[in-house]
């Protein structure tokens, strides 16, 4: 994994400090152009990797970047599924088998289709589970998904009633079908680690919100940092400017000195600020850079 990863939050309106940041963002990234303005100028600045949501605008970027594949020769892309509200708009939209042409791989369309279909009929979970992974996974195809993450409202769900072998099943159907290391989004790591222990995911890739604040890290700072010593797992970090409430500089500082920490995933809508995460992350994380 690289060491620096680009999330998407600005493109779709998303910021836990301020509604009225989030709107003006969601007003300037209506246009796909304006997405791959930000992209392109992380990708330049040597952010390769674009951790992403599964909203149907991504398809919108992973089309364009599948018509130049020379300038995105390093591109990878690491969806984070299931984004639920295109499921609802579609179905509404196009029907129930529309819905399911319009997801679904066209290889082995009757085959998804019937693994769909004897899995309601015999309230398989595991054969739900692989089907909507693969239709999450459509806008992908042809493109580079090292790691395939779970959304954290679906994680923490499951964790709260306690089904950890969903976790299994994820974790081994990506492993299988994508060659892909699956990860997992929580806002309660040290739960969470305790889980994929129960269901047998070992050294698993967790990424968290993790800043000097303790901003939406269920269980405080002390039960992060002692996670992070003592436990065999490959963090993620999350909000470590705690939506803007921390500054950079004492942010990254604070967050490169954890043990244990693999990658950071930020967001930003402009070079001038993209640039300075680098640079501080090339100051204080010297072995790393923007790049393992």
């Known amino acids: 994994m690289d060491r620096l990863l680009f999330g998407d939050n600005q493109f779709f309106g998303v910021n836990h400090m301020s509604e009225e940041k989030a709107r003006a963002q969601q007003m300037r990234f209506q246009d796909t152009d304006a997405i791959m303005s930000v992209l392109d100028a992380a990708y330049d600045e040597g952010v390769h990797t674009f951790m992403c949501t599964t909203h149907d605008r991504i398809a919108e970027v992973t089309d364009h970047v599948r018509t130049q594949p020379e300038r995105y020769a390093d591109m990878t892309f690491f969806p984070c599924m299931p984004y639920a509200h295109k499921y609802a708009n579609a179905v509404t939209e196009d029907g129930f088998l529309g819905a399911i042409r319009k997801f679904l791989p066209e290889e082995g369309l009757l085959d998804s289709i019937a693994r769909g279909t004897s899995s309601l009929a015999r309230k398989d979970i595991e054969g739900i589970t692989t ?95 002692d996670a992070m010593e003592k436990r065999p797992f490959r963090a993620v970090a999350m909000s470590v400017y705690a939506s803007g409430a921390i500054p950079p500089r004492e942010a990254i500082e604070w967050v490169t000195s954890l043990p244990n920490l693999e990658s950071i995933v930020f967001g930003a809508s402009s070079r001038a600020n993209i640039a300075s995460t680098v640079s501080l992350v090339e100051e204080f994380w010297p072995q790393a850079g923007a790049r393992a």
């Not at 580079?144 to 969903?166: E, H, K, M, R, Y």
């Not at 269901?199 to 968290?208: D, K, L, T, Y």
């Open 131 to 225: 089907l909507l992974i693969d239709a999450e996974m459509k806008m992908f195809e042809g493109l580079s998904t090292p790691v395939i993450w779970l959304q954290n409202v679906v994680v923490d769900l499951l964790s709260g009633l306690g089904f950890t072998d969903a976790f299994r099943i994820f974790a081994d159907h990506v492993r299988k079908r994508y060659n892909a290391e699956p990860g997992f989004i929580t806002m309660n790591l040290p739960r969470l680690l305790d889980d994929l222990d129960k269901a047998g995911v070992e050294n698993p890739i967790v990424c968290s919100n993790i800043n000097k604040l303790g901003f939406r890290m269920s269980g405080g700072v002390d039960a992060y940092r």
